[in-house]
């Protein structure tokens, strides 16, 4: 009697964990990576502004008036720049979340990643998106396709490096003892903290950043989980530490939920009608 009750307790553990963990991981990356494209277009309308143009401010795009040649170039390359800044920011703060994997920790993991894979995700889309933001950069510069294509491949490298360098700090977050031994349980861990949550996500932020003037809107929170594909390799040769309790995830949903909730709100009701910046005519 006592084997049984073990066991299901046993099996009930082996379920919450990995479900307790994509769940929580799902919230904050949903939250995050909306987050950092709010920022990432404010770069842009915040620079517009600074060089004398009047943009407007939409959810997944800014419409710019006044502007043209080199002052437009600058304001097309602001929002990846930011994105980069907001990234390597955030991986030097890391250790300030403390030693103990916490849900903050976790959220300000997801703001390192999402700001540096839309950075380097820019360069990737040189070649292909010349409407995109490095793409009006490198037709402005003149580039030629030797260079695009260079920035592309240097894309390309960087972001297959993030996969790696993410895996150590994603594996930070286990919470299956298993995991400390076992490479399939670090696999399984990658599943349910990255992978889940950026297929998901995906979902969610596409259908939250309709209607969208341009199809990289759609593509880009599909397209932006990739260097988890290397992170997924590169966990099986490495041996986390063991879980500390209390877990990370006892710790309460519902504030994550409320603040996803009011980034959505201000997302969908503020932005995506469109917030005026700059002075002069429409």
């Known amino acids: 009697m006592e084997n049984a009750a073990c066991a299901r307790r046993s099996r009930r553990a082996m379920f919450e964990g990995p479900a307790q963990v994509a769940l929580f991981s799902l919230v904050i990356y949903v ?13 842009h309308a915040i620079t517009s502004v600074a060089l004398g143009g009047r943009p407007t ?11 043209s040649g080199g002052p437009r170039a600058l304001v097309a390359a602001a929002g990846p720049l930011f994105s980069l800044v907001q990234g390597l920011a955030c991986v030097a703060a890391l250790p300030l979340a403390g030693p103990e994997p916490s849900a903050a920790g976790l959220a300000l ?12 995700g820019y360069l990737i889309t040189t070649p292909f998106v010349p409407s995109g ?20 491949a240097a894309g390309l490298l960087a972001t297959a490096w993030i996969g790696e360098r993410a895996a150590a700090p994603l594996l930070a977050f286990v919470v299956d003892p298993a995991a400390t031994l076992d490479a399939g349980a670090r696999t399984a861990h990658v599943l349910a903290i990255g992978v889940a949550p950026w297929i998901l996500g995906s ?35 490495l041996e986390p530490a063991p879980p500390t309790a209390p877990l990370w995830i006892d710790a309460p949903l519902w504030p994550w939920l409320l603040a996803l909730a009011g980034v959505l709100l201000v997302f969908r009701r503020v932005l995506l009608p469109g917030v005026d910046l700059g002075r002069g005519p429409r």
């Open 57 to 67: 401010l939409h959810h997944v795009f800014v419409r710019h008036r006044g502007l």
């Open 31 to 43: 939250l995050t990576f909306l987050v950092t494209t709010m920022v990432h277009e404010l770069a």
């Open 203 to 237: 979902v969610v932020i596409g259908a939250a950043s309709k209607p969208a003037p341009h199809w990289i809107s759609y593509v880009y929170p599909a397209s932006a989980g990739f260097f988890l594909l290397v992170t997924l390799g590169r966990v099986r040769d």
């Open 109 to 120: 993991l997801w703001l390192a990643l999402h700001g540096l894979v839309n950075f380097f």
């Open 133 to 152: 933001d490095l793409g009006k950069v490198a037709a402005y510069l003149g580039l030629p396709a030797a260079g695009r294509w260079g920035l592309f």
